[in-house]
């Protein structure tokens, strides 16, 4: 199965924009659908984003829609999340996760739908 590693995060301002990346190894990568989560201090882990295996159906938290877009390239093994706009409350640990499926249709929201799973990266938006 792959292992993912994601980067990109850091102390940023509030308004700026971000982009997070996430690269695979060591498995077939377009096999699997992959989202995003994040997790705040105290709070619980959070569902963001998530992409289907080609990368050609997305679909978004309430939260997420219109600051956040995912991505991926699967010749690349690697899945991004492009954020805008960026405020203190979006200071968290950002994660990316995978599952094994083939669904173009289904959209796995629940961090129990993933079994891999990112270390994480920081981002701190300051207020």
């Known amino acids: 199965q792959v292992q993912l590693v994601e980067s990109g995060g850091g102390l940023v301002q509030a308004g700026d924009s971000l982009r997070l990346s996430c690269t695979a190894s060591?498995?077939?990568?377009?096999?699997?659908?992959m989202a995003w989560f994040r997790q705040a201090p105290g709070k619980d882990r959070e569902f963001l984003a998530t992409?289907?295996?080609?990368?050609?159906?997305?679909y978004y938290a309430d939260s997420s829609k219109g600051r956040f877009t995912i991505s991926r390239d699967n010749a690349k093994n690697a899945v991004y999340l492009q954020s805008t706009g960026l405020k203190p409350e979006d200071t968290a640990v950002y994660y990316c996760?995978?599952?094994?499926?083939?669904?173009?249709?289904?959209?796995?929201?629940?961090?129990?739908?993933?079994?891999?799973w990112g270390q994480g990266t920081q981002v701190t938006v300051p207020s």
């Open positions: 992409i289907t295996w080609r990368g050609g159906s997305t």
């Open positions: 060591g498995g077939i990568f377009s096999s699997y659908a």
């Open positions: 996760a995978a599952r094994a499926s083939y669904s173009s249709t289904y959209y796995y929201t629940n961090s129990h739908d993933y079994d891999i």
